[in-house]
């Protein structure tokens, strides 16, 4: 195979089905099935958390790993529970943090099926889930059921980690817990050794060092605790480097290397504390903390810890250190292994705590011996010589050997000998050194302990010849053989001889001290009892005996417990002689394990019972001394109460044993009973008593009572134990205790008693109506909800076993129904419903629900005779289920909860219907349609069925099934349908967008049902279902309910039931199904888009696309509704222009009148209550708007209106100041700003069906952000479009990829097409002139450059044509969207000679923008001028206009294209015009170098010298050759002037029809520019026909025509010939166009020649006459043929287009205020995206249909057919109107021309 075999595992497995359709379930442990399950679930998530960049990832990741452990550790290992229960812990932990459904596990971790659980334990295993995770603290919780709670013992996890030390020789590191308020050691030691650099010598061997330090209290927590860690150097006596640690080392230092040294000495090194106030009170694990290390203070380790504890505390720190780990834990540290495996580990060393701990554990025995060695004080006068002193420590045994283990030495195991630390040169050294006794607590008998004192010596040879000369002892036990007592002692030294040997026969004869021990012996008061059985006490002394027992300590009492309890019985057993001292002495016993100190040791007592108890004589004896204490209430009930439980089992117990040794059971019983009865009354009698002394005791009783009876049905049976129940319940005062008769009364439901059928209807009654009580007056819900609860589980059992022994419990569920549903009901909707109680009760309510059964319902139901009864019941069950399906009460992953809890509602809904048809829809039995009951049944279906948590497939069968319910209630409804009509048309509405074909099949015909019922009802009808469906259908689908699949089935039903239907006619009803159809569509494209940055763009437009909608059906509410969405929208976007034309929307809807306004169509302005008012607020917000973003003329416009209303109407001066205050510092703003961006457009071409419809195969005009490139605009536009692909060519795509699934770009920069005709013959700066170029634009256009024909090689402008594409958008740009959709593209396409004149114009623009911002701020841009200035004159860099001259320039091509010329002329005349701004620019330079930069001289120079070249090359370019002189001075206003008119008038002639003169067969190009307003005159011609005169003209031409240059230069768009000619306004008017001409007489006829009339606008006509031929040249120029034909077209005042032609728009006025007002004033025409207060529209002239058409014959010029065509063309050319004839002052004529 694939896989080795080896590698191959077969799993044991379970075969179902067998044959094709088998399954296969693999028999493994349930945990491991839900670790993978896990895995998988967790790896689809994991991989989301990746994708979304959270923060999760690695920790659920690092999760799963440890899964993965887990399952292999569970599959090969046995695991203990507590590990399962931990790992099922960290998986619910994870489930909650990723919002999973919460798993349901049985106490050993195993997932448990809902089936297998009641109602309430479904709650509190959620509960319980929650309450787990919610611990801080590890270890609560997770315990298995036979451990107790240990959450008062705290323990201390330390892990040390390393050290950085410098001994030179290994150390020992001792830790352990020191209290500085005692100033005592509180626990034992661990030893780690250390090398000489401080890290574990183990290291290699990957051993952990840690302890954990238990049994430490609340005391200790709250005490100055400290880690102590003592360093003691193992080796030489002085280290082995220079370094000298006092003077007395100092000799020793220099001489150490003369002879060898003594090794293995224990030195003192230093100590190193550590503060755990932070580890206990803050409860955080401390990792890697530091203990900074503090030298011995040459007197001992001890003192040096005070030292270091003030070190520590003034956080001084040295550069040696040991580093360890803290984590602070609660609980039993064998509880605490088995939680935390991986922690505490089975090597990890216990310390245990001196003493006793705060709580004692059964099991946890301690006879552990310590020694400690204070001090020792030997030759204490100074002049005696010091020595090097050692104490070793060894146990001795009777027979004088020394016990190989005698000495405990923690983890480095047993040894014979302890010794201690050498302190260098000191006779009384101070140790403080505790040590442990390694003898087992049995042999304590004749041991002893030895201490031997050595002096040590530095070197090898003199020490070995050292001696003992010093010794004490010490007997461990006393005479009586028990182990001394806990005491300090002193002992005496005694001297020996070198010689003498040191032997027990030597010292144990002689007097002896005792040092500090722990552990005592036994007490004399727990002793004397104990050894009862050997002293044969006579009774005086045995009741004395027991009387002193009594006062023994309670802790020395449980270390003997099990041998005090047989003495004790024996004693009760022997006779009644001894009274009630026995007993008392019992009772002393069980009350001391009763404490909560001794809690555990209830173990210990409950195995005494079942394995040692053996007395059969004693359960008279015991019943009466009970009976005598309960009857006499002495002093002892109290303690008798305590332990009555223990007590009855002992006497039942004694009673069994007794009728199993005697044959006469029946006597033994009939003996018995009474007695037991007699206690049941006894305690029956103690209930009703009012006392202070007996509250206590009744409390305890109540708290104890099941016990009782739990023990008692061992002898009596329930039917007998009930009726003393009973009575105990009815002697339980109604005032008093009734929290613990609560108590009471869950536990005796708890108890076996209650299975019983006759005990449990005895008991019901009781029970009830103690609930119902409290219940009705909110008092005790706690205690009432924990008796319910039990009460509730107990009826509704899941195992078969509980059914059998439970019995019959339908009347028990409705006595439960009839007391305790209405008050249940009652606290649910009085309670806080963000309480628990509120949640609880509602639980109880589902619980109580899911108890009742069809049965229950009908007669509980039948039961009420009054009318009002059952509406409120009714009512109060639908408002209650409503508020819980509202306000869900369970957490979202409480989905097994949530499901049931929704089974159940929908059995209770349905069961409330049929009470609902039956009781409240006829007029039946007095009883009338109820409206608000119906109401709330159809609330509360659809609330139900539109739950999300309904939203998995195996729960879409409860949605259907009350879905058809809702269907089934509209038809019963019948005459009182129009009464919900059309407030249920929402909830339906919700219920019909459910993704359930079955459920939207039923519901979408009540739609049309309503239709019929309102057209029957009212005026033939439905405006309120169609007004409410589309209000609903907006919120809803908007909310993200609704698809597709919804859209085409409701047409598709609608329209079948419009068809079919007669009550209303198909033509009212289907183009409202159309209409909601489409509604529907343009809803879910607007909800298709995810709220993201980048889905801001598709928002816009889909809410651009719903405004127009509601405005096209005139729902203006919902209109205005969207007006502010797409606002909002737009300021998220900081699209402030936008934002402003938007609100304008809404401002154009309202009136200046005093009209109420509706609250809910004052969106955010709830302070304003008249459209007035409203109108002047969102003027003001507008302008606001505007402002911010930089549109200050529209703003402007804005503050007009204002200020007229203000002015005129409201006479409200304040105002009218503040405003116009507003407009001088927006008309400031226009001047002053030294930014403002100008706006950018973009085409986009959106192909593919991949885009969303609204977008799929569209072109838009995109307005850029500020300062935006080309670049950044295409990466914006692909972070909206990821998955889109950016053409590289701007032809239309393929048909394959317009089809295509796929998204496809196309992007380039769009130039908007302006009009500029107000500012002609003004002064204004380009600042201002420059906001129209590229605002209030409708017409965008784009360019490429192609080579037509075969390309020249030697010069490429003969062949570079231009391809331009011109757009028109449906709005104007800025609008209420930055884009807006073009239609009817036209592609046209420029020949050379008009794309040369565009690059010659397109050059001269730019160096006029960069002239007059170096004039306005030279210091910043005459760089940039000098820079421009060298481009265009330097020969290196302006071969383009010599490659022009070359190839336009030439006879060839004049001769070639003789309808040319007049362009070839007006090109000279541009590059003439370019060389004149050429010399303004040069002395622009020239001024700035001289004052502020004579460093750019050299540069001023060199411009000024191509300056000159370049004019002569100009020069060159016209024909006779002519000079440019300096021409006169003048202001570079006049020039300004001057350069605006020139540049905005030219003609460009039509092409001539003969195919021969044309290089292409493309068609012409359109007019490129617009007119202007001119009423110059034209060029003279003094007309001398002397030859001589003419020769003399030619040579000085310039001189001859200076005023005509001069005219040319103040007005050049006069000029349109070539500068040789010079025509007569009769010439030119008669050459003027190859129409029907007649000529005009100057002086006689003042006739018009009239055109069609396209414009109101007022242009100058600019006409050029034809060169004359190459013979002709030096001649005087002639006029140009007859039939020549000249093309007018329109140029932009001041402008120079860069590639746009210009389009002639409608004749209006073009002040900014009067486009607004025309705009704005008549909103109904506007429409809401015709609105933007900008120019109006732009027409675009004719296009011809061929080429045929454009091109015109001279030789047919007159023929009569030809004449019809060019009629035809008149429709797209100005009019010219020949006004009158005038004269001046000097006789010169003029005529008034205009078109």
Known sequence: GVFP?????????????????????PKEKPLVTEIVEKLREYGDILKALYLNRDQKFLNLAGFMYELMDYRQKIMYDDVTPELINAITAQITYWNRVLKLDVTLRNERGDRIEEDELTIMEIYEKHMDSCTKLDIKSETQGFRNDNSQNYSDIYNLFVNFKHGVLEAFDQ???????????????????????????????????????DALFTDLDSNDINSKLFLVCQLVRIGIMHPKSVRVRDQNDLMSVLNRNRDPKTIGLRRPYGVAVCDLRNTFTEKVDNNDVPMHVVSYDNESLYSTIKKAIKITAEKKGTSESVWVSLKLLRGYHKDLRRIHPLLIKQTTKIIGKFGFPEVIVPGDDRSDIFVTVARAELDKAKNRKQRNLQLSASVIDGQGKNLPNGINMGKNGYASTYSSVVYHQENCPFWMETFKLGIVPDNHKNLHLLFLFKNRHTGEAKDKDSRVFAFSHLKLTNPDSTVIADDSYELVIYKTDKALKVTPELYLSNPSTVLEVT????????????????????????IKILENFMDAEKSEVVKFLVAILEIIFKILSKSNQYGIFPYRALVFVLCTIEGDKFRGFKKVFDSFIENHFKEPSVHTKLLTDIIKVLSNEEKGVPDTIKVLQPLLRLAIKSEKLDERQSKQTSSIKKRFIPKLIEVLLAINNLMPVKSEFLLSTQMEILSSYALYCKEILNVLNPHQLSDYVHEFLQNIPQDRLIEPKLACLCNVVESPLFLDVDGREKLMPDICQCVRTLLFSMKELGPCYSLLKTLFNKLQPRSTDLKEKLGPILKNVYNLVECVLRPIMSVVSKADPFSNIHLNYATLMIALFSLMEKDHFSTYFASFHDDQDLTDLLNETYTTFLELIRKPIYKSDWHIMLMSQNAIMLNVIRQCFTALTNSYLHDNE?????????NNFLLLSVEFVTQDVLHLEKYQDMRLILGLQIASAWKKLGKFKINFIPGIVGPLLEVALLPNQDLRGAVIPIFFDMMCCEYSHYDENFNNVELEMIQKLDTLIESGQGDKQYQEMFREIMIRLCNNNMTINPSLSLPFVETITLLIEKLLDYHTVHNTYESLHSRLHCTVNLLNFYKDIKKDEMYVRYVYKLRDLHLEAKSYIEAGYTLLLHAELLKWNDTKLRSHKVYGYNSIDLECKLKETLYNEIIDYFDRGQNWEDAISICKRLAIRYETEEFDYDKLSAILKRLAELYSKIVNEPIRPASVYYY?????????????????????????????????????????????TLDLPEKSKIESSKQYLQICKADPMYNMDQFTDTQASERIKRYYKTNHVQVFQFSRPFHKGKKETENEFATLWLKRTILRTKYLLPGILQWFETTNPEIVEIDPLEYAIESVQMKVQELKDVIERAQQNPKSNINNLGLQLNGILDAAVNGGIAQYAKVFFTLKYITDYPDKESSINHLKELILYLTRVAEDGVEVHGDYVKTGAPSLQPLHDKITSNLLEFQEKVNGYHKPVYSVIKRKKESRTARRIASSRYLSHRSSTLRDKSPTRTPGDEEDMLSKNKRSQSTGQLFEDPRLDSDNHRQSQTNSWYNNHREAILDSRSNPGSRRSSPRQSLTNDD??????????????????????RLSVQSRLKAELRLSASSTSDGDKD?????????????????????????????????????????????????????????????????????????????????????????????????SLPQFIAGSVSSDENGTKKYDTQV
């Open 171 to 209: 150390c020992d590191a001792i830790l352990s817990l020191y209290d500085a308020v005692t100033d005592s050691f509180i626990s034992e030691s661990i030893q780690i050794s250390l090398d000489e650099k401080g890290m574990p010598v183990d290291l290699a061997k990957d051993i952990e060092y």
């Open 1628 to 1649: 030119l008017f008669k050459n003027a166009f190859d129409y029907n001409y007649t000529p005009v007489k100057a002086k006689h006829d003042d006739s018009h020649l």
């Open 5 to 25: 075999a080896n590698y191959i595992t077969l799993k044991d497995y379970i075969l179902e089905k067998q044959g094709v359709m088998e399954n296969i379930i």
């Open 1675 to 1771: 001649e005087t120029p002639s006029l140009p043929p007859k039939n020549a034909t000249h093309q007018v077209s329109d140029i932009a005042s001041n402008s120079i287009p860069i590639k746009p032609p210009r389009y002639r728009s409608t004749g209006m006025d073009y002040s900014s205020e009067s486009y607004l007002s025309l705009s704005l004033t008549d909103s109904s025409q506007a429409g809401p995206l015709d609105f933007s207060p900008v120019l109006p529209k732009k027409t675009v002239p004719r296009r011809y249909n061929n080429s045929a058409e454009k091109k015109v014959n001279k030789n047919t010029a007159n023929d009569p057919n030809r004449k019809s065509s060019l009629e035809k063309r008149r429709s």
């Open 519 to 542: 552990n005592g012996k036994e007490p004399p008061k727990v002793l004397g009892l104990l050894k009862w059985n050997e002293a044969k006490c006579a009774p005086k002394d045995t």
């Open 1244 to 1288: 986009v071409g959106c192909y593919g069906k991949g885009f969303p419809s609204f977008l799929s195969n569209k072109t838009f005009i995109y307005r850029g952000r500020p300062l935006e490139q080309i670049i950044d605009f295409q990466h914006r536009m692909q972070r909206i479009f990821p998955d889109a692909q950016v053409l590289s």
């Open 926 to 934: 007095g009883r009338r349609f109820n409206y608000q009951l119906w």
